[in-house]
């Protein structure tokens, strides 16, 4: 599902129990100087990443303050975060202007709040230009705070270069499964991104193919599209002389860690591109 942009007023883009996506819950909260957003999600932990700005995050008797250091979009510095725990009240400050996500995930038990500074992000590049497929992926909850998380997984995607695709080779994780030796093949996770383009009138293309050679949909996505991923192959390109970002929130049903399923017809390709297998490790 496509939801072009538009102006939330700082209400839930993605609210709890979706009917597409109900383990992810996603907000996009815009404040000027000194104001500040106060939040709470029963049964959800979530994650404050500003886009844009520096914000204070207050949760549990607990104070991170000079959290994000980007200036006017999502290329101009390094992510950081917070996490906020299930049900946990919250409160953003912010100490410049910004524009922050508030990325959540379906999780009933409540853990301890941390924050994700730029030297603790997992950073990963894999693909290369031959292939179309390179790209930079900046974890800022990933495979490192594991024992921290529940079910939430928090990143940001990048195109290196103009033009490509991401997400390819095609595959899916929407249903928990196992093979007839009873390996994992396989889980449920829930994914919204949020994408951006540079420059910002640029625009590109999300599939999203639900069986394997049969005709799937597409949509045209644009600086601000959010796109609701709950089941089937889903690809993504940007068009030539453009970069591209997305913000991508994964929930798991039963588990954090993340199998995905590549697509039979095109599973051969993960011998082509660079760097995948790390790329694929650094999801769980």
């Excluded at 109900?22 to 029963?42: C, E, M, R, S, W």
């Excluded at 959290?67 to 299930?86: A, F, K, M, Q, T």
């Excluded at 990048?158 to 033009?163: I, L």
Aim: glycine fraction near 10%.
């Amino acid at each position: 599902m496509h939801i072009p942009p538009f102006e939330n007023q700082n209400r839930p883009i993605v609210d709890v129990d979706d009917a597409h996506v109900p383990l992810t819950y996603f907000n996009i909260v815009k404040l000027k100087t000194g104001q500040h957003f106060d939040y709470a999600v029963d049964g959800y932990e979530t994650c404050v990443v500003p886009a844009t700005g520096t914000v204070t995050v207050e949760t549990m008797g607990e104070t991170f303050k000079d959290i994000g250091n980007r200036g006017e979009d999502v290329w101009d510095g390094e992510p950081e975060g917070v996490y906020v725990p299930s049900g946990a009240g919250a409160r953003i400050t912010a100490l410049t202007d910004t524009e922050t996500f508030v990325a959540g995930a379906k999780f009933a038990d409540q853990l301890k709040p941390f924050a994700v500074r730029q030297a603790e992000l997992d950073l990963v590049q894999y693909g290369s230009d031959d292939t179309k497929t390179h790209r930079k992926i900046k974890h800022i909850l990933g495979a490192g705070h594991h024992d921290r998380v529940g079910r939430l997984l928090v990143s940001e995607l990048f195109t290196v270069g103009a033009g490509g695709w991401s997400g390819f080779p095609s595959h899916k994780h929407d249903t928990d499964r196992r093979d007839d030796k009873g390996e994992l093949i396989e889980t449920r996770h829930d994914e919204t991104y949020n994408f951006r383009f540079k420059p910002n009138y640029g625009s590109g293309m999300q599939m999203l193919q639900r069986v394997d050679n049969e005709p799937g949909d597409a949509y045209h996505i644009v600086d601000g599209s959010t796109i609701l991923i709950d089941k089937g192959y889903h690809p993504c390109c940007v068009m030539p002389g453009y970069e591209m970002y997305y913000f991508t929130i994964l929930g798991g049903l039963s588990q954090r860690s993340l199998k995905q399923y590549f697509q039979p017809t095109h599973a051969e390709q993960l011998h082509t591109i660079p760097g995948i297998m790390d790329m694929v490790a650094k999801f769980k």
